[in-house]
């Protein structure tokens, strides 16, 4: 984890995710970055370089799997782990058609077709790109297409995969996209809460009692959020109650657990912000300035704790050291059970 700010006098700041791949708008491509470049050639007589395969992709909180790797150099990062879907194309048990919609040329890879978007360009290797839409490919001028479909043949895995990770990324973002509508559910401190349009209710409150009263079963939504508002609300007007409902629970929950690991730690919060960051769970400045995303609401208090913790643990270590995880461990001996959560749970796309 590095420190921001150069010079005398700037603060240190170190932050539990980087914001260097911003999700708003979604990073929503992989880029199989050029190998060694080929020197120009004339037409006939040179094959671009294929390109080669890239470092691991990190993804931003719109991915809906999330991670962290701790003891990494520089920031840690958010992964978007997405392996079930890519190994069963890669397995060759369910061919797929991959079609983007300015297609213009169509290849057959492992057993799958892969209609593609194709240009030629002022560049001096064959350039692959994966997005939502499907696989743009770019060549220069001289490339034969024979020498691109052998370049897509050769990079067939590297390309299935990526096309399978944005396909499930796509149907988990529409799963998990709110209705917002009477009745519709939202995960608050790991448990489901079904919204009520109410307009005999003040603002937005939690019934605790919510269905429990009719004895249903473990995993069965037991809390009711009324909001005042009337049936035929707007689905913005009932986003934005909602919205605004969870950023109070998240600072009043913050607030406390800040307070609870402090004492422990030894340490002293100068200042608690709430975070709308992307791709950043939290910071931590040496001068005891806190900032966290009020979207761990969602989780349960577990793992919202292990970010506090680790966020107060920078108070005392401004790096990633072994010393640094320690004091983690020191407040929360089994964190790591709690970091997984960060990866495996899908959080609510809010629009």
């Not at 069963?88 to 297609?103: D, I």
């Not at 796509?170 to 939202?186: E, F, K, N, P, Y």
């Not at 005999?200 to 005042?228: I, T």
């Amino acid at each position: 984890m590095t420190h921001r700010g150069a010079g005398a006098g700037s603060l240190q700041q170190l932050s539990l995710f980087d914001e260097s791949a911003p999700v708003l708008p979604p990073i929503d491509r992989y880029v199989a970055p050029d190998g060694p470049l080929p020197p120009a050639a004339p037409p006939g007589e040179a094959v671009a370089a294929a390109t080669a395969a890239p470092e691991p992709l990190h993804l931003g909180l719109a991915a809906p799997a999330l991670a962290t790797e701790p003891g990494r150099s520089g920031f840690d990062r958010v992964r978007f782990d997405n392996g079930a879907f890519a190994a069963t194309l890669a397995s060759g048990l369910a061919p797929a058609v991959f079609h983007h919609p300015q297609a213009g040329r169509e290849i057959r890879l492992q057993e799958h077709v892969v209609n593609y978007a194709f240009r030629r360009a002022r560049r001096r290797s064959i350039g692959f790109v994966v997005g939502i839409e499907g696989l743009s490919v770019s060549a220069p001028k001289w490339v034969a297409i024979r020498d691109v479909e052998a370049a897509l043949h050769e990079k067939a895995g590297w390309i299935l995969r990526k096309l399978a990770e944005q396909q499930e990324r796509v149907q988990r973002l529409q799963a998990a996209r709110v209705d917002w509508r009477d009745g519709t559910s939202i995960p608050f401190l790991g448990e489901t809460v079904i919204v009520v349009l109410d307009p005999r209710a003040s603002g937005a409150a939690l019934n605790a009692e919510g269905l429990a009263e009719q004895g249903q079963l473990a995993g069965v939504p037991r809390r009711l959020l009324h909001v005042g508002l009337p049936q035929h609300a707007a689905p913005t007007q009932i986003r934005d109650a909602v919205q605004s409902w969870l950023q109070r629970q998240a600072r009043r929950v913050f607030e406390e657990r800040c307070r609870h690991f402090a004492a422990q730690l030894g340490v002293r919060v100068t200042r608690l912000a709430l975070s709308s960051a992307q791709t950043r769970w939290g910071s931590a400045s040496a001068d005891g300035s806190i900032r966290l995303n009020w979207r761990l609401i969602h989780f349960a208090l577990p793992t919202i704790d292990y970010v506090v913790a680790h966020e107060l643990a920078h108070l005392r270590h401004m790096d990633h050291s072994p010393r640094f995880w320690d004091v983690v461990r020191s407040v929360l001996p089994e964190y790591e059970r709690a970091r997984d959560t960060l990866k495996g749970d899908v959080l609510p796309v809010f629009e």
